[in-house]
């Protein structure tokens, strides 16, 4: 069980828009930023989104990141096939003193 | 180009341990919290430790408290996890990760597979 819940699939056509959700408490998403990544099938993580809602370079305006509260927000505009993957939301927990994660989201783009 | 490679997984009975090693390379090493994420089959990613820069500071989950230590060796641009007293349930791909939580974990390495059987 983690910590930090996610929905475990959201789906949506090509074109269109989606949102996956990602909920916390007060010592975690409600006293930190919030990071999110893309895992791609078979590959390593990919940070997204920093700071709630920063793109590193190189990551399209089609991604964006927002928060309130205790609670996290991925979105993803313009949805593209190759954007099928594991989403990932994560953040340090005041209380435990450890990284968390949330359970990851699976995208299907269909 | 900035690099992490992990090695150091492998196949080992249970109760026994492996040190995992992590090199940098590309960019500069030694200002950098660094972080080992894990993840089993078909599951979901996993934080297990993170140490900073000059190893005053380490952290650990707490299913590996106590077993498991993370260090790093600036000189070689390297960071290490040493897992004692290894279980089925440690059987993971272990990534690492540089950067502090609060900016984001923006390098990963590929992972190297650790399998804890008998």
């Known amino acids: 069980q983690s910590v930090l819940t996610q929905p475990p699939s959201v789906s949506a056509a090509p074109g269109q828009k989606v949102t996956i959700s990602c909920s916390g408490s007060s010592s975690n998403i409600g006293s930190n930023y919030v990071s999110w990544y893309q895992q791609l099938p078979g590959t390593a993580p990919k940070l997204l989104i920093y700071?709630?809602?920063k793109r590193p370079s190189g990551i399209p305006d089609r991604f964006s990141g927002s928060k309130s509260g205790t609670s996290a927000t991925l979105g993803i505009t313009g949805l593209q096939t190759g954007d099928e993957a594991d989403y990932y939301c994560?953040?340090?927990?005041?209380?435990?003193?450890?990284?968390?994660f949330g359970g990851g989201t699976k995208l299907t783009v269909l | 180009e900035e690099q992490l490679v992990e090695s150091g997984g492998d196949l080992v009975q249970p109760g026994g341990s492996l040190r995992l090693s992590c090199a940098a390379s590309g960019f500069t090493f030694s200002p950098y919290w660094m972080n080992w994420v894990r993840q089993a089959p078909g599951e979901g990613l996993v934080w297990v430790s993170r140490?900073?820069?000059?190893?005053?500071?380490?952290n650990y989950a707490d299913s590996v408290k106590g077993r498991f230590t993370i260090s790093r060796d600036n000189a070689k641009n390297t960071v290490y996890l040493q897992m004692n007293s290894l279980r089925a349930e440690d059987t993971a791909v272990y990534y690492c990760?540089?950067?502090?939580?609060?900016?984001?974990?923006?390098?990963w390495g590929q992972g190297t597979l650790v399998t804890v059987s008998s």
């Open positions: 994560a953040t340090w927990d005041n209380s435990l003193s450890a990284g968390v």
């Open positions: 990760a540089r950067g502090a939580f609060s900016e984001g974990l923006d390098d």
């Open positions: 700071e709630n809602n």
């Open positions: 140490i900073n820069s000059d190893e005053s500071s380490t």
